[in-house]
């Protein structure tokens, strides 16, 4: 009867006793390539993110005269003026109303867009790259033009006055200042949001019409049971971006209308300009800058939460 040989070989005998491990295992290694790609990062996030937040905060607890060569540190006064500060409330009312015109006239039209562009129809290559043109402009240019579009002698007076209507002097009227700036805005960026909806558009199936126009569905319907769920995902990323970069303009208003007629169009970013780099409140230029932060992650957070309720593929 053979026996088996049961001894085992150096290969499953495993560690030697009194053998040290390797320091630079496989493992260790591509964690250090991991850290190594993220760096730039971090460190761009550091100085660039992280950095700035810490120095508003501290220099909103001082009072920074850079002519006189002060900074004093007042606590929480620059807080409480806040809440004495008697155009903060008109430069919040414009914020908002800015920011949901912005957002309500934006999406509107860029979903429109895209609908009628994901249309199997000649042209429609050519329609999308006239749209979407203005997102590559330079914003500065764009608004210089459309400032002397809407003088009250400028292009968009002159075309009214050829079909015999008295057009206003649309920068300079509280009635009409808001306005022009929020639609010069719009149409800036409404090319992007158009992009998104179309490649959002694409992806619905189109077996779902299919069944929906054999139980009867009408193009309605369809759009509101179909096409606006399936598309919600982008739906909520737009309205986020759009949200957040309402809340950010500057330049449009520095150009336009510097804030004016009075306050009509001083938004809350343009009322910061003015008073760190125009009054040299840099402490009270700081605290707005926090209450700007604060309200726009407000925002994002609420919007956030929300989309369980908006978002068709959230649970």
Do not use: C
Request: charged share 10%; hydrophobic share 50%; proline share 4%.
């Amino acid at each position: 009867m053979t026996q088996t040989d049961t001894r085992v070989g150096p290969a499953a005998a495993g560690p030697t006793p009194g053998r040290a491990r390797p320091f630079w295992t496989t493992r260790r290694r591509d964690q250090l390539t991991g850290y190594l790609f993220i760096t730039p990062q971090l460190l761009g996030s550091a100085v660039f993110v992280i950095l700035p937040l810490v120095l508003v905060v501290w220099y909103s607890l001082h009072e920074w005269n850079v002519l006189a060569g002060s900074f004093d540190f007042i606590g929480a006064d620059n807080y409480a003026a806040l809440a004495d500060d008697p155009n903060l409330g008109p430069v919040l009312r414009s914020t908002g109303l800015f920011s949901i015109g912005l957002v309500v006239l934006n999406l509107g039209l860029a979903l429109l867009l895209a609908v009628l562009l994901n249309q199997k129809l000649r042209g429609t290559i050519v329609f999308r790259t006239l749209f979407f043109s203005p997102v590559v402009v330079s914003l500065v240019a764009w608004t210089i033009v459309w400032g002397f579009l809407l003088q009250d002698n400028g292009g968009v007076n002159g075309l009214l006055d050829t079909l015999g209507v008295d057009g206003p002097n649309w920068l300079r009227g509280e009635g009409t200042a808001m306005l022009s700036v929020i639609v010069v805005q719009v149409f800036k960026n409404v090319g992007l949001n158009m992009v998104l909806f179309l490649a959002a558009l694409q992806g619905v199936p189109t077996d779902l019409y299919e069944a929906a126009e054999v139980d009867g569905a009408s193009r309605m319907r369809q759009f509101w049971r179909i096409t606006v769920p399936l598309i919600s995902p982008t739906i909520m990323l737009t309205s986020i971006i759009t949200v957040v970069g309402s809340l950010q303009v500057f330049a449009q208003i520095a150009v336009l209308t510097q804030g004016g007629p009075g306050t009509s169009t001083t938004v809350l970013v343009y009322y910061l300009y003015q008073q760190a780099f125009q009054f040299h409140h840099f402490g009270y230029g700081a605290t707005l800058s926090i209450l700007l932060f604060v309200i726009v992650l407000a925002l994002t957070v609420l919007q956030w939460q929300m989309r369980k309720r908006w978002v068709f593929h959230e649970s």
